[in-house]
């Protein structure tokens, strides 16, 4: 699964995320994007994930009939996500196109 990591999204999760690729909207250029061109543009590349720790997009964007499956962390701590980091990359095997997940992290 080609996966999009948001700002704010812990990058090191990317190593427990095998056999997925995995990109960053800064390493491709597009951090100047706001949340609805960003993901328009995700689309467009072909990712089939957008992940964030943004707890208000569903409040600030469209997202029923999106080609791709938005995974919301509500935790962007890094220590945080680590001690979860099994459970949350099971939660990527059963993803599918337009799902809207939120990921809690205790």
């Known amino acids: 699964m080609r996966i ?3 700002q704010g999204t812990p990058v090191p999760l990317r190593a427990l995320l095998p056999g997925h690729v995995v990109a960053t909207v800064y390493e491709l250029g597009w951090s100047q994007l706001q949340n609805g061109e960003l993901i328009r ?5 072909g990712y ?7 707890q208000s997009l569903r ?6 009939g999106r080609s791709l499956a938005i995974v919301v ?8 996500v680590r001690q979860h980091a099994g459970h949350i990359a099971a939660k990527f095997a059963d993803l ?3 799902v809207y997940l939120e990921i809690p992290v205790p």
């Open 4 to 6: 999009l990591f948001d």
């Open 41 to 45: 543009q995700a689309e467009l590349a």
């Open 48 to 54: 089939e994930a957008f992940v964030t720790t943004d």
């Open 59 to 64: 409040y600030q964007q469209q997202l029923a």
């Open 73 to 80: 962390l509500l935790a962007a701590s890094w220590p945080r």
């Open 96 to 98: 599918r196109p337009g």
